[in-house]
């Protein structure tokens, strides 16, 4: 509930500033960027999930053109793709062979700060963004206990809060356009999946500690961005 209530907050933050972002002042300046997103997942989501790609919208809105000031949205769909680990031999019987599947959407959106410095047709900014990313984990635990087959699914799908931290420059390609390339780190605090290493195996008994965790990832865009 306090995932979801903090997304919400976020979202009537994000629906403000832009209510504020009219074309009433004159001084406001709007940038309005669209990416392709790299995924490469770390800590212990780095252990079961795949690299991933995606797609990202953001809005950046300075109060004037000359302030180094500025706030950020960012709004994304991202997909890691399927990665296998298998279960270590010592979690179960000789005979026995376990394998963990993971994939994984996410929507992920964030609002911050941004500060940037106007330094002709090169401006290099960092920011910080606070908001939530929601999951759709598929997770599959497979293979052979006891001499059977074995199955059985972990997967999640929940809403969590994340806030990430970013650093990138822009340049200008052409007249109301610029090229930007950024590196952000992100993490969503609440995320519940299963590592292999937890996976043990006693008889035909299996038991997998689907618990919460982290999702860490280090997040790479390029991208075109169009000022108004």
């Known amino acids: 509930m306090k995932s979801h ?3 919400l907050l976020v979202l009537l933050c994000s629906a403000a500033i832009v209510a ?4 009433a002042s004159a001084q406001m300046k709007h940038l309005a ?4 997103v790299g995924s490469f997942p770390m800590g212990d989501w780095g252990k079961v999930a795949g690299f991933g790609v995606g797609v990202d919208g953001t809005d950046i809105i300075r109060t004037s053109p000359n ?4 706030w950020r949205s960012s ?3 991202l997909y890691n793709f399927s990665r296998t680990e298998g279960v270590p031999q010592t979690n179960v019987a000789a005979n026995d062979k376990l394998e963990l599947e993971t994939k994984n959407w996410s929507l992920f959106f964030g609002l911050g700060p941004e500060l940037a410095k106007q330094s002709g047709p090169v401006t290099p900014f960092l920011y ?3 908001g939530f990313d929601t999951y759709w984990t598929s997770s599959t635990l497979s293979g ?3 001499g059977s087959p074995y199955s059985a699914e972990h997967g999640d799908s929940r809403i969590s809060f994340a806030w990430a931290a970013g650093v990138g420059i822009r340049r200008a390609v052409s007249e109301g356009a610029m090229g930007e390339i950024s590196v952000e780190y992100r993490s969503g605090l609440d995320h519940e999946y299963v590592l292999p290493g937890e996976v043990k195996a006693s008889g035909i008994a299996v038991t997998a500690d689907r618990a919460s965790r982290t999702s860490d990832q280090i997040l790479v865009r390029i991208g075109t961005v169009l000022g108004y």
């Open 5 to 7: 209530r903090s997304a």
């Open 20 to 23: 504020c972002a009219s074309p």
């Open 33 to 36: 960027g669209g990416y392709l």
């Open 67 to 70: 302030k180094v000031f500025a």
């Open 75 to 77: 709004l994304g769909l």
């Open 128 to 130: 910080g963004t606070a």
């Open 144 to 146: 052979t206990v006891g």
